[in-house]
């Protein structure tokens, strides 16, 4: 009934993810490619988890 006040789990996921994307960008900009890696590989791994989280599960 109400479903508007349920917190969506992904929002927080995709902002976080977005947010470390544009870090690691700055910091490929500066030179700095091991701080890029690393906040590039903590990215994918929120982006697995956000793919996880939407995608439907098809066994149930």
């Excluded at 490929?28 to 995608?55: P, V």
Aim: charged fraction near 25%; aromatic fraction near 8%.
């Amino acid at each position: 009934m109400f479903s508007f006040f349920k917190s969506n789990p992904t929002k927080k996921l995709t902002k976080r993810h977005s947010m470390l994307l544009e870090q690691a960008m700055q910091a490929q900009r500066r030179g700095d490619i091991k701080t890029y890696s690393l906040l590039t590989a903590e990215a994918e791994e929120i982006f697995a988890q956000i793919k996880t989280i939407n995608s439907p599960d098809k066994n149930s």
